[in-house]
């Protein structure tokens, strides 16, 4: 029997690996054609959505296109085909298709784009090239240590205590807490109007931002007190967790006609720009796919040896002045294996749903060879 899946639970699995908090402002991904509560049983997935990969759709019965760049970016006032968004818009909608899109999100999970790409170039020890910051928070509460460990565990199971590999992280202090509950109060413990003191313990963690809510929840419902004192702290600190770009290191060293040969053999890429070779060795590589050129101050800082990016300006290439070897691979290339990343994530979640390709090369750009 095929299985059918709704679109919100292909959704709900796609952002819980890339959580929408970290798409960009200027972004649009999450669902954005389509009911969430569509049955499906199967869905397509691409880097750029146009016509023919919406009729690609329709010819394989999928219910749904997932794709890396988003079809509505800048938004609409008006759905007439006049242009190839609007006419995919309306195309999918006839249809029946739902359309969702992964981008800035996906970029900047710590398993997402740059991971995928860092894996395919054989880079190891990774880290995030340029970790987001104002996406970490403290939360701080007061526990009679009888309930303490269940509180905790409840507050790990929904998204906190979680440093880099280590999880299940807290801080705890042991302290007394007193109170005085009023007429209509129901202590857990105490007497009414006399002040009670209780032995507690002030527990602290790092959340992400966005998984706050659903700590607070968690905290409050396994909490025995009618009424819980608890704080909630932006910090400065970055989250190496989440982030543009990555950086890690090749096995063994490469010389820098042998790296652009292993490039080039990676990505498919007919013609890779970069800067005049120096003649010393790679071991250091930053990538960041798509338009990564805001990157390249993060990648010398890195002490890279070389970056791998696209769309880079005639002036970055002068502006890096030696300091790595620069190559921009192509956009589309070097985002290409965002739908195998998709397609691990929705198997993983869905083992026996039909998660299929599409077969349209939505690459803009074309190579010319004399």
């Known amino acids: 029997m095929t299985l059918r899946l709704k679109v919100k639970e292909i959704i709900r699995a796609l952002e819980e690996a890339a959580p929408l908090a970290l798409q960009e402002s200027y972004d649009n991904s999450g669902l954005i054609v389509g009911d969430p509560e569509s049955s499906i049983s199967s869905l397509l997935l691409c880097i ?163 998984r706050a809510s659903a700590v607070v929840k968690a905290m409050l419902a396994a909490h025995p007190y009618e009424e819980v004192a608890w704080d909630l702290i932006t910090l400065a600190n970055r989250w190496n967790d989440a982030g543009s770009g990555m950086v890690g290191y090749l096995d063994e060293p490469l010389t820098e006609q042998d790296f652009l040969s292993h490039l080039q053999h990676v990505f498919g890429t007919p013609a890779l720009r970069h800067t005049k070779l120096t003649g010393k060795l790679i071991r250091k590589v930053a990538v960041c796919g798509g338009s990564g050129s805001f990157l390249i101050k993060a990648a010398e800082r890195a002490h890279a040896d070389a970056m791998i990016t696209a769309d880079v300006k005639y002036h970055d290439f002068f502006d890096v002045m030696n300091k790595l070897l620069l190559i921009d691979a192509g956009h589309y290339e070097t985002e290409q294996f965002t739908k195998e990343l998709m397609s691990d994530i929705l198997t993983e979640n869905f083992p026996n749903f039909a998660v299929l390709f599409s077969e349209v090369n939505t690459n803009p750009v074309r190579y010319y060879f004399k």
């Not at 010819?59 to 890396?68: D, T």
């Not at 590999?165 to 042991?174: E, G, H, I, P, R």
């Open 48 to 210: 750029d959505l146009n016509e023919a990969v919406v009729e690609e759709a329709i010819q394989k019965g999928c219910g749904l296109i997932v794709s890396h760049h988003p079809i509505i970016f800048k938004g609409l006032k008006r759905l007439t085909p006049d242009g190839y968004v609007e006419r995919v818009v309306i195309k999918a909608i006839l249809n029946g298709i739902a359309i969702a899109a992964m981008h800035t999100n996906l970029d900047n999970s710590h398993q997402g784009v740059n991971k995928k790409i860092a894996d395919k170039l054989g880079l190891k020890t990774l880290s995030i090239l340029e970790p987001k910051e104002g996406m970490l928070q403290k939360i701080i509460t007061f526990i009679p240590e009888s309930h303490a460990e269940a509180v905790r565990a409840a507050m790990f199971e929904a998204g906190a205590g979680q440093i880099g590999l280590y999880d299940a992280c807290s801080f705890n202090v042991q302290g007394t807490g007193t109170f005085r509950a009023g007429a209509g109060a129901s202590p857990f413990v105490g007497q009414i109007h006399q002040v009670h003191t209780e032995a507690e313990i002030k527990v602290e963690m790092i959340v992400p931002a966005f």
